[in-house]
Structure formats: structure tokens, C-alpha cells
Antibody
């Protein structure tokens, strides 16, 4: 059974750095064809993909946020960490981590999601 | 980045109605498209992948169609638990992108 859970601060001040941790179980990030992504959703708005890391440490970032994001993995702890620098009130959102895996033939959907964690940016 | 445009942005329907939501990609993405359902306060749930493949455990009243740039999600007979927001997402290339969502409300 695959599960993911996000953790981190619920409130950060503008200009601070946000660090979020995704702790997962039921799969390994050393297994070929597996990735973990971060996706956010501002209140009442659409989903926005942020970053993704694969079993082979291949990483991809949203071009609009690339300069502020870093994604890393700790396979021994079954964790993926996202850091976002220079936080702003517009970054207020629910942040999700999600499991992406190779369904074959170039198919890579997000098939398992964490429950999400709401991060508010305010002074 | 590939842009996904969903229509309509919202719709009102009754239980038992057949509902179709469309998703248009700004460039061809073959069949690399997924559909998700999201209920208030919950994480999205994968319904369809590869444009037409039903995820395990998803009721067969949900179906997907299309390839290239034009896709659709159809609910053959809307049930009370189907009132939610639906998103398309492409995995053809990076950055992964989502549509803006379609909210299905009770008429």
C-alpha cells in the first residue's frame, strides 16, 4: 500500500525559505521508473506542478519557479524534500507530494497523492 | 510549456445526466494525458491515464477519449458522489502541466 504524507511549517514569513518533507511508504525511490513530485494549489485555484525527482536522481522544475526551488531525496529515510526560497504571500497554497510511476509506453500519471499541507505566507 | 485548456470551467447537471468535459493541448501530446477528480479539502484522485485507460478501482461510468490535442472525459450517468472538480494533466513533456479545472455542480 503506497502512502505519502507532507510535513512542514504551516506559517512562514515573507522572504523566508520554506522546507517541506514528503515521507512515503509502500515503494522505494531506488526502484527504476519511480518518481515523486510536488504540486501546489492556492486556495480556490488550480493545481500547479512544481518539481519532480526520479529514482536515478534526475530532477525537473517548473521554469517559472526554477530559481527558487530545490528538490532532493533521502532514500534511506524514504523522504523527498522541497525547498522554496524567498517566500511571498502569493505562495500561500496547499502543497501536495505525489507518486509518479512508469505505467509503460511513456505513461507517467500521478497515481498516489499525499493529503496535502496548507502553507500560509504572512508577516 | 504545453498549455491545457479545459471547457467548460463549470457546469450544472443533475443526477443521471451524461456529462462531457473537454481538454485541449496547445501542441500534440499523443495520448499522454490523465484526468483527476478532486473533492473539497481532498487530494486529487487519478481517474484516467493514457487518455483512455481507466485507473483501477474507478467506476466504469467514467471514460476518456482523444489523442493528439483534443481530449474528453465523459461521465455516462452522473452520481451524487461525482460532484467535484476535474482536472486534466499532461505527462508528455516537462514541465508537467494541468488544466484550469472544471467544477461540476448540482443543478
Amino acid at each position: 500500500q503506497i502512502t505519502l504524507k507532507e510535513s512542514g511549517p504551516t506559517l512562514v514569513k515573507p522572504t523566508q525559505t520554506l522546507t517541506l518533507t514528503c515521507t512515503f511508504s509502500g515503494f522505494s525511490l531506488t526502484t527504476t521508473g519511480v518518481g515523486v513530485a510536488w504540486i501546489r494549489q492556492p486556495p480556490g485555484k488550480a493545481l500547479e506542478w512544481l518539481a519532480l525527482i526520479y529514482w536515478d536522481d534526475d530532477k525537473h522544475y517548473s521554469p517559472s519557479l526554477k530559481s527558487r526551488l530545490t528538490i532532493t531525496k533521502d532514500t534511506s529515510k524514504n523522504q523527498v524534500v522541497l525547498t522554496m526560497t524567498n517566500m511571498d504571500p502569493v505562495d500561500t497554497a496547499t502543497y501536495y507530494c505525489a507518486h509518479e510511476s512508469d505505467y509503460g509506453s511513456g505513461s507517467w500519471p500521478f497515481d498516489y497523492w499525499g493529503q496535502g499541507t496548507l502553507v500560509t505566507v504572512s508577516s | 510549456a504545453i498549455q491545457l485548456t479545459q471547457s467548460p470551467s463549470s457546469l450544472s447537471a443533475s443526477v443521471g445526466d451524461r456529462v462531457t468535459i473537454t481538454c485541449r493541448a496547445s501542441q500534440g501530446i499523443s495520448s499522454a494525458l490523465a484526468w483527476y477528480q478532486q473533492k473539497p479539502g481532498k487530494a486529487p484522485n487519478l481517474l484516467i491515464y493514457d487518455g483512455t485507460s481507466l485507473q483501477s478501482g474507478v467506476p466504469p461510468r467514467f471514460s476518456g477519449s482523444g489523442s493528439g490535442t483534443d481530449f474528453a472525459l465523459t461521465v455516462s450517468s452522473l452520481q451524487p458522489e461525482d460532484f467535484a472538480t476535474y482536472y486534466c494533466q499532461q505527462f508528455n513533456s516537462y514541465p508537467r502541466t494541468f488544466g484550469q479545472g472544471t467544477k461540476v455542480e448540482i443543478k
